[in-house]
Structures are given as C-alpha cells and as structure tokens.
C-alpha cells in the first residue's frame, strides 16, 4: 500500500488550507482529468465519446456547496492517485528502456549469426534438430548458457538430484518390504484370530445348549417346586385358620402366652396331683362316700393297731 494512502482519514478535522480556493481547484483539476481520461476511453469517438465524457463529468464533480471534509478526503485520494501514476509511470519507463535494450541485443545477435552464416533460414535441418534440442536440453537443465562448464554443473546437479532419488526410492522401496512383510503378518495372524473366533462360537453354541437343557431340567423342579409350596402354603394357612391364628399373633405374643402356660401349670399341679389321687374312686357319689368311709376306718384301724404296737413295745421289759 502506498504512504499516500494512509493520510485518506475522512474523520480527520479539516484544516484551514483544505477548504481554501487553492485546494478546491487541485481536486477540480484532479476531477477533470480523471473525466477526461474516463471520456477519452469510453469510445472511438463521435457522439457516443461525447456522451461518455458528460456523464464522467458530471459524476466526477465537488457538487454545488463541497464541505471542507470532502474536499480534504478527495485532495488526499489526489495525493495518493498522483504518487502512484508517477510510480506506475516511472516503472513502465524502465520497462521500455529494458525491452528497447532487449530488441537491439536481439538485432545485434541476429545479425551476428547471419554474417556467421547461423541464421535460422540458412542452417541445415539437422543442424536446427540439434540447436532445438541443445535449446531443450538447456531448458531442462535450466541453464542460460551453452558453455561446456555450465551443461557439466547441470549434469552433476542432476546427478546429485538422481542419487537422492535413488536414495529415496531404495528407503521406500525398504519401508514398503517392511509394511508388505508386517501386512502378511498381520493377514496371518487375523487368519488365526478368525478361526479361534469361529471354535470360540461353536464352543458358546454348545455351552449355550447345555446351559439351556440345563436351565430347563431346572425350570421344570422348580415348577414342580413351586407347586409344592403353593400346596405347602395353602395347607398352613388352612391349618392356622383352622387353630385360629391372626396376624396380630407374632412372636413376643406366643412367648408370653407360653410363659402363662408355664405359671399355670405350676398352680395346677398341686391341683392335679391330688385329683390324681381320687382316680381310684368309683363314678357314684354314694359308692365314692362308703369308699371314703372304709378309708377312714381303715386309717382309724391302722392308727390304733399302731398304737397298741408302740404301747407292747414300751411294757415289754427287754427293750
């Protein structure tokens, strides 16, 4: 990018010499050279030129009241399209001295060959084969020359370009051995993972139908289990609604009621000892009071037949 072009700020404040009579005839004059050029090249000529260079004329013009900003913004769009057409100017003046320079060197070996008796009319076909192919040859080597020495560090540095290319073919070609060698391993080995997969796929099948006869023969107690315990339960509910059993009677209740058992039988044993001593008693109330009464005189016989055994044995003198 051009210097120039870093002044084109129109937010920039506008200076007293922008807006001054001087700087708006620049940037008129500016305007209406870049019309008249525009209104040069827009046709051969005649009216459609004319036509031409009214509109560019009238479309590259300040207007009727230019503000200072415009002025200042189109004076530097002035400066930088002047600095680079002088740019552009001097650069195609030394393009033209360089291709003037050129054409006279090309004169000047043309004619050189044609004293020589080298001109392109005056050699023999086979010798504009071999200048041809000389000519490619130097292309090819990318040599401006057809000195002996230069076609020599061409042929060396292609040399040098042949070996690094036989180089890198050999290291390829290496690699390539090493990868087709790795490739063959790895078929192989994926040969054999595939057969280890298909005996792993054939030992699961089997294992999957053992294992299903197996969970089959199972399933088939089970049921039979179950059924089993349906009947097992129904057959205890049936029973504990039979004995009277409710929810409410869990474990603690059970050992509190045999906790009273326990105290109840330790009362009515007593109880049930004597009673056990009247079993021998006949069912008659009447039969039952003679029985009690042949008990007591037999008990009265005892008590006195003891008596009379202890009052012989107290007069007896030898005790």
């Known amino acids: 990018m051009d210097h120039a072009a870093e002044h084109l700020d129109p937010a920039a404040p506008a200076s007293g010499a922008a807006a001054s009579s001087a700087v708006v005839a620049e940037v008129k004059s500016w305007l209406a050279s870049l019309a008249a050029e525009a209104g040069g090249g827009g046709g051969g000529g ?5 036509r031409g260079g ?3 004329a009238q479309e590259l013009s300040l207007g009727a009241e230019p503000t200072p900003r415009g002025v200042a913004y189109l004076r530097a769009l002035a400066s ?7 740019a552009a100017g001097i650069a195609a003046a030394g393009l033209r001295a360089q291709a003037a320079e050129y054409r006279a060197e090309a004169a000047r070996l043309r004619e050189a060959l044609e004293r020589a008796g080298l ?6 076909p086979p010798a504009a084969v071999s200048a041809r192919a000389v000519a490619a040859v130097a292309n090819l080597l990318a040599i401006r020359d057809t000195e002996m020495s230069s076609f020599v560090v061409a042929s060396a540095d292609l040399s ?8 890198k073919r050999d290291k390829v070609r290496k690699e390539s051995k090493a990868l087709l060698d790795y490739t063959r391993k790895a078929i192989t080995k994926l040969t054999e993972l595939k057969k280890m997969l298909d005996k792993f796929k054939n030992d699961v099948e089997k294992q999957q139908v053992e294992q299903m006869a197996d969970w089959q023969t199972k399933l088939v107690m089970m049921d039979s289990k179950e059924r089993q315990y349906i009947l097992q339960v129904s057959n205890y509910k049936a029973i504990l609604n039979r004995v ?9 209740v059970l050992m509190e009621m045999a906790e009273h058992k326990k105290d109840l ?3 009515t044993k007593p109880i049930a000892d004597t009673l056990r001593s009247y079993q021998d008693l006949p069912p008659d109330k009447a039969l039952a009071a003679l029985a009690i009464e042949d008990k007591k005189r037999q008990y009265a016989a005892a008590e006195k037949y003891l008596e009379e055994v202890l009052q012989s044995a107290l007069t007896t003198p030898g005790l």
């Open 80 to 86: 930088a399209s002047q600095a680079r057409s002088r």
């Open 54 to 56: 009214v509109a560019a």
């Open 265 to 267: 039988e330790r009362k």
């Open 119 to 124: 001109a392109r009319d005056a050699i023999s």
């Open 160 to 167: 040098l370009r042949r070996a690094e290319v036989e180089e």
């Open 46 to 50: 005649g009216a459609a030129g004319g």
């Open 244 to 252: 009277g059993y409710t929810p409410e009677i869990n474990h603690g």
